[in-house]
């Protein structure tokens, strides 16, 4: 019988990006204690101007890749219509083949209104299949991929909201027949957010302070086997502010500071006996603290705010924190940096980034770079390049009204 033991190494890898170590949880240990979820590639950071800026975005300025960050920015954009196309290869410290890809379309209906559409693929590379020998038995390549559809619109003259619907599709396995009870997964979920933007004079400055926040990934949980195994997809709550500062006619310096947390159960710490082993009820291992992970999906995405084994002090310990300056000139070349922030027990994830853009015409060009504290970090020497493209800016538009 063949098995596919590549592929079971091959797991660890795909999550390696969010969630960087771990261990099992015992009695009253202390320790690390990350949250595990399926398909992470939908919360991966796709572009390089919030990559830029320690992964933040729900409150900057509108653009092309606002879906991710923030939908309900689409209604304050700039433009009549754009695109843009993102591209990162994954991991590259550890392998040479895995990329993620972002492509992203908008269109202003009115004043008021925007819609806008966009397609994520995650391509993790050609793994080795081998039989319970060790002979190859053929090359597979899984992938994953998203589709999203946005609704945009002002509420009031400062406020807007959105709402995404994003279908999520992924293949671990490829074509390969040697496990024949595991398909594709598949899942449905949606986004809101809510974005606001207030013009204002700081110290004599005409400033735009901003606020943002966007629920992610609220959809059903995804199944690979049957529905006795399913795992939650990164359901995500973000929220943070900007404040950007017109220096003069042509320099302006913007302050970003997002937080996220993830709405997924916390895994509870299992009771054991002296030997270390699971101490069970019925087959079932006990819980000695924390609460029941294999929750519905209600249950779980709401109950994820207080389900912590350690209490309020671990459920603090959840939360991310990013933060990022923006410098433009003449709203012609851009310098961003940033960092992000993950505690020790959840994950571990401490990095700087940078990065640079140029804007000229209907054209863009966004470049980041990630530069992690540790050495040999699987996300080190990370890259992403954005291409953007907008046409007819809203001044044109309403003097042509």
Avoid at 111 to 134: K, N, P
Avoid at 302 to 314: W, Y
């Amino acid at each position: 019988m063949q098995t596919i033991k590549v592929f079971l190494l091959f797991i660890p890898i795909i999550w390696l990006p969010i969630f960087a170590k771990g261990q099992v949880r015992v009695t009253g240990q202390e320790g690390d204690n990350p949250i595990s979820v399926a398909v992470p590639f939908v919360s991966f950071a796709p572009d390089s101007r919030g990559s830029a800026l320690g992964d933040a975005g729900v409150a900057t300025s509108p653009d092309a890749q606002s879906i991710h960050w923030n939908n309900a920015k689409l209604a304050f954009i700039d433009f009549s219509s754009g695109f843009s196309f993102s591209y990162s290869p994954w991991l590259g410290n550890i392998v040479d083949d895995m990329s993620l890809n972002y492509i992203t379309y908008y269109k202003r209906i009115d004043q008021i209104q925007a819609f806008g559409i966009s397609m994520r693929y995650f391509d993790l590379g050609e793994i080795q299949l081998t039989d319970v020998t060790g002979l190859p038995i053929g090359i597979e390549n899984p992938r994953e991929l998203s589709f999203d559809a946005t609704y945009s619109r002002k509420l009031t003259e400062n406020l807007s909201g959105g709402l995404s619907i994003r279908y999520i599709w992924s293949n671990l396995l490829g074509n390969s027949t040697g496990a024949p009870s595991a398909n594709s997964g598949k899942s449905l979920a949606f986004d809101l957010g809510f974005y606001y933007v207030k013009p204002m004079v700081i110290s004599g400055l005409d400033s735009d302070f901003s606020l943002g926040a966007h629920i992610s990934n609220l959809g059903q949980k995804i199944s690979y086997t049957s529905e006795e195994f399913e795992d939650f997809i990164p359901a995500n709550l973000r929220i943070g502010t900007a404040l950007k500062m017109n220096l003069d006619q042509y320099n302006s310096f913007t302050f970003i500071f997002d937080i996220n947390k993830l709405l997924v159960p916390t895994p509870p710490i299992y009771e054991r006996d002296t030997n270390g082993d699971l101490v069970l009820d019925n087959g079932n291992p006990i819980i000695a603290s924390g609460k029941e992970p294999n929750r519905p999906f209600i249950s779980g995405t709401f109950g994820s705010f207080n389900d912590a084994p350690n209490g309020f002090i671990e459920e603090m310990q959840e939360l991310t924190f990013s933060v990022g300056t923006e410098y433009w000139y003449g709203e012609m070349v851009a310098a961003r940096v940033g960092y992000f922030y993950e505690h020790e027990n959840k994950g571990a994830r401490k990095y700087f980034t940078v990065g640079f853009g140029v804007r000229y015409s209907t054209f863009g060009l966004d470049l980041s770079y990630l530069i992690p504290q540790e050495q040999n970090n699987p996300l080190g020497d990370t890259l992403r390049l954005s291409f953007l493209f907008n046409f007819n800016k809203k001044e044109t538009l309403d003097t042509s009204s």
